[in-house]
């Protein structure tokens, strides 16, 4: 028996910018200690910290299961609710009053085409403002995991997409009523906000969970099951038996008071409470949906929950203030199968979905199980899921003759022997490639020719026991492609030690007249796959960009990615501003 059975779905770490406050490393030691065998990572709109997460999780025996928590674009109007009134506020976050519309819709401010009557076409902006709804618009959000390899695969290729702004045919999204993306629109690049078609297009694989910041729970919140279901309508028509509705307690009443260190003043309603938890299980028995509970955890332990009131100030570029805070208490921290167990025994009793003491022990039970299994079902292997510790080396696909691309295309995806097979076939050819420069090679030095061919022969061999072949072979294809270009290329690093490298044209520095060592660069004692550091002229570098992926096609290309990380320095700036301190003592 498991020493904590209980799986946290729903787990924010710091690579969720100014929202997570624990490290995946963290998360990970603290899900150790409870003894829990299965925990996952749902950053916001991000990836980035999947390879810590799973090496972590890897080193503690811990099973991962990634997904991702996504702003949607609305597909309803919700009604808001002033200040205090119980239910979480969202929109602009100015308490505004509800009211009814000219085109009888519930709502509170001006309708869209009030605000786009004088911007001709597209929604007017909204007075600057420093801080507040101006930066943390408050969109509705998703969690979708993943499921296997596809479903890991489905999610990277989401997250690229909500980031690049991207609609559902794979173009960039505009505004329905056409023109140039403005300002204030949901899908644009760099603002990650997804219309339901473009999770739909990417959606194979992946498993959603509509929580209290979904359309859904936002419309149960305010106690209007009536936009809940028309919310939950499309979802279900996508993504079918692969959705459940998450239930998440932090065990506040509506509209608490937020018991902190700071004025104890009565702030917003929240998401979290425990009757909008038991509206939520309440609608997923109704509609026969299965229930899954969560704790929306955004810190590991419980003592961190002020660096998360911290986190939200920076995020939102406002005054650390009672008002400002979006916790009720300090649940949301990485809590433990009894107390959970607890939360899911409150959060039925107030459900009204069990009546006596047996069927509500049967309901507890059946929303932790649920909530296991689905666990069980979404639980990733590195290896076979991930492939964390495999070499990825390239496809022969495009770059060997007709005939052996047609034999390289036969083989892929026929298991380990079908991959040596075409591992040969790029051992073949890479040698191919490298004797039919030595002739000219050998011509414009005075090597000796065996001394020559023993190097290249060992090199050769190096390569072909590491199967790297077919990444060499890539690699002289991109540079070959740059100097086609006319731009400017050059190799450096120790990859300028190895002879094959200087015969497929990737370096210039002969080795062997240098003395350059090829085991300082690449050697069977090492299974990491080899640094190829190519630089070429920073003015034309996107025109080499576009050529590669025009050449080999965006499935088969990736950029690395560039976090934006805190350093002491700009943390002591953004913390102090948040604290309220003059810039001066800053």
């Given at each position: 028996?498991?020493?904590?059975?209980?799986?946290?779905?729903?787990?924010?770490?710091?690579?969720?910018?100014?929202?997570?406050?624990?490290?995946?490393?963290?998360?990970?030691?603290?899900?150790?200690?409870?003894?829990?065998?299965?925990?996952?990572?749902?950053?916001?709109?991000?990836?980035?910290?999947?390879?810590?997460?799973?090496?972590?999780?890897?080193?503690?025996?811990?099973?991962?299961?990634?997904?991702?928590?996504?702003?949607?674009?609305?597909?309803?109007?919700?009604?808001?609710?002033?200040?205090?009134?119980?239910?979480?506020?969202?929109?602009?976050?100015?308490?505004?009053?509800?009211?009814?519309?000219?085109?009888?819709?519930?709502?509170?401010?001006?309708?869209?085409?009030?605000?786009?009557?004088?911007?001709?076409?597209?929604?007017?902006r909204r007075t600057p403002a420093r801080g507040g709804a101006e930066v943390d618009p408050r969109h509705p959000r998703v969690v979708l995991l993943a499921r296997g390899r596809t479903?890991?695969?489905?999610?990277?290729?989401?997250?690229?997409?909500?980031?690049?702004?991207?609609?559902?045919?794979?173009?960039?999204?505009?505004?329905?009523?056409?023109?140039?993306?403005?300002?204030?629109?949901?899908?644009?690049?760099?603002?990650?906000?997804?219309?339901?078609?473009?999770?739909?297009?990417?959606?194979?694989?992946?498993?959603?969970?509509?929580?209290?910041?979904?359309?859904?729970?936002?419309?149960?919140?305010?106690?209007?099951?009536?936009?809940?279901?028309?919310?939950?309508?499309?979802?279900?028509?996508?993504?079918?038996?692969?959705?459940?509705?998450?239930?998440?307690?932090?065990?506040?009443?509506?509209?608490?008071?937020?018991?902190?260190?700071?004025?104890?003043?009565?702030?917003?309603?929240?998401?979290?409470?425990?009757?909008?938890?038991?509206?939520?299980?309440?609608?997923?028995?109704?509609?026969?949906?299965?229930?899954?509970?969560?704790?929306?955890?955004?810190?590991?332990?419980?003592?961190?929950?002020?660096?998360?009131?911290?986190?939200?100030?920076?995020?939102?570029?406002?005054?650390?203030?009672?008002?400002?805070?979006?916790?009720?208490?300090?649940?949301?921290?990485?809590?433990?199968?009894?107390?959970?167990?607890?939360?899911?025994?409150?959060?039925?009793?107030?459900?009204?979905?069990?009546?006596?003491?047996?069927?509500?022990?049967?309901?507890?039970a059946r929303l932790l199980a649920d909530t296991r299994t689905l666990a069980e079902a979404c639980r990733l292997d590195p290896v076979a899921d991930l492939g964390i510790g495999e070499?990825?080396?390239?496809?022969?696909?495009?770059?060997?003759?007709?005939?052996?691309?047609?034999?390289?295309?036969?083989?892929?995806?026929?298991?380990?022997?079908?991959?040596?097979?075409?591992?040969?076939?790029?051992?073949?050819?890479?040698?191919?490639?490298?004797?039919?420069?030595?002739?000219?090679?050998?011509?414009?030095?005075?090597?000796?020719?065996?001394?020559?061919?023993?190097?290249?022969?060992?090199?050769?061999?190096?390569?072909?026991?590491?199967?790297?072949?077919?990444?060499?072979?890539?690699?002289?294809?991109?540079?070959?492609?740059?100097?086609?270009?006319?731009?400017?290329?050059?190799?450096?690093?120790?990859?300028?030690?190895?002879?094959?490298?200087?015969?497929?044209?990737?370096?210039?520095?002969?080795?062997?007249?240098?003395?350059?060592?090829?085991?300082?660069?690449?050697?069977?004692?090492?299974?990491?796959?080899?640094?190829?550091?190519?630089?070429?002229?920073?003015?034309?570098?996107?025109?080499?960009?576009?050529?590669?992926?025009?050449?080999?096609?965006?499935?088969?290309?990736?950029?690395?990615?560039?976090?934006?990380?805190?350093?002491?320095?700009?943390?002591?700036?953004?913390?102090?501003?948040?604290?309220?301190?003059?810039?001066?003592?800053?």
């Amino acid at each position: 028996m498991l020493a904590d059975p209980f799986v946290h779905l729903h787990v924010a770490s710091g690579y969720s910018l100014r929202h997570g406050a624990s490290s995946p490393a963290a998360l990970v030691a603290r899900a150790a200690d409870l003894g829990q065998d299965v925990l996952a990572l749902t950053d916001r709109d991000g990836l980035y910290g999947t390879v810590r997460f799973v090496l972590a999780c890897r080193d503690a025996g811990i099973a991962p299961v990634l997904g991702v928590d996504l702003a949607v674009r609305p597909r309803i109007e919700v009604p808001e609710l002033p200040l205090g009134a119980g239910g979480w506020r969202g929109g602009d976050g100015l308490g505004s009053r509800v009211r009814r519309t000219a085109a009888g819709r519930l709502g509170s401010g001006p309708t869209l085409a009030e605000r786009t009557a004088a911007g001709g076409g597209r929604p007017a902006r909204r007075t600057p403002a420093r801080g507040g709804a101006e930066v943390d618009p408050r969109h509705p959000r998703v969690v979708l995991l993943a499921r296997g390899r596809t479903g890991y695969a489905s999610l990277c290729r989401l997250v690229s997409a909500a980031h690049l702004g991207l609609g559902a045919g794979g173009q960039a999204a505009v505004p329905a009523g056409g023109g140039t993306t403005g300002p204030d629109d949901q899908a644009r690049r760099g603002s990650p906000v997804v219309a339901l078609d473009v999770v739909a297009r990417h959606g194979e694989g992946l498993v959603v969970l509509l929580g209290p910041e979904s359309e859904v729970g936002r419309a149960l919140a305010r106690k209007r099951p009536d936009l809940a279901l028309a919310a939950l309508a499309p979802w279900r028509e996508v993504f079918g038996r692969r959705l459940a509705i998450e239930v998440v307690s932090h065990r506040a009443r509506d509209a608490a008071a937020a018991p902190t260190d700071l004025s104890g003043a009565r702030t917003r309603g929240l998401p979290y409470s425990s009757s909008a938890a038991a509206r939520m299980l309440a609608f997923a028995r109704e509609h026969g949906l299965p229930a899954v509970l969560t704790n929306a955890v955004r810190h590991a332990e419980r003592d961190q929950a002020p660096v998360v009131d911290v986190l939200d100030a920076i995020r939102r570029l406002v005054p650390l203030d009672s008002r400002h805070l979006d916790r009720a208490n300090g649940e949301g921290h990485l809590a433990d199968g009894l107390r959970m167990e607890q939360v899911a025994r409150e959060v039925v009793a107030l459900s009204g979905v069990a009546q006596g003491e047996h069927a509500l022990e049967r309901e507890v039970a059946r929303l932790l199980a649920d909530t296991r299994t689905l666990a069980e079902a979404c639980r990733l292997d590195p290896v076979a899921d991930l492939g964390i510790g495999e070499v990825h080396v390239p496809g022969l696909d495009l770059l060997l003759p007709a005939g052996a691309a047609e034999r390289s295309s036969a083989v892929r995806g026929r298991g380990p022997a079908a991959l040596a097979a075409e591992a040969l076939e790029a051992d073949r050819h890479l040698r191919a490639r490298c004797e039919s420069a030595l002739a000219d090679y050998l011509g414009r030095t005075r090597h000796r020719e065996h001394e020559v061919q023993e190097r290249l022969d060992d090199e050769l061999a190096t390569i072909a026991t590491l199967g790297f072949a077919g990444y060499f072979l890539t690699v002289g294809e991109v540079v070959g492609l740059i100097q086609g270009m006319g731009v400017r290329v050059a190799a450096r690093g120790s990859g300028a030690g190895s002879l094959v490298n200087h015969l497929l044209g990737i370096s210039g520095v002969d080795p062997l007249a240098h003395g350059l060592l090829m085991e300082r660069f690449l050697s069977p004692l090492r299974r990491a796959l080899p640094d190829i550091d190519v630089d070429v002229e920073s003015a034309r570098r996107t025109e080499v960009y576009e050529r590669i992926l025009e050449r080999f096609g965006g499935e088969r290309c990736a950029c690395v990615s560039m976090r934006d990380t805190y350093r002491v320095r700009h943390a002591v700036r953004d913390v102090g501003a948040a604290l309220g301190m003059p810039p001066g003592e800053i």
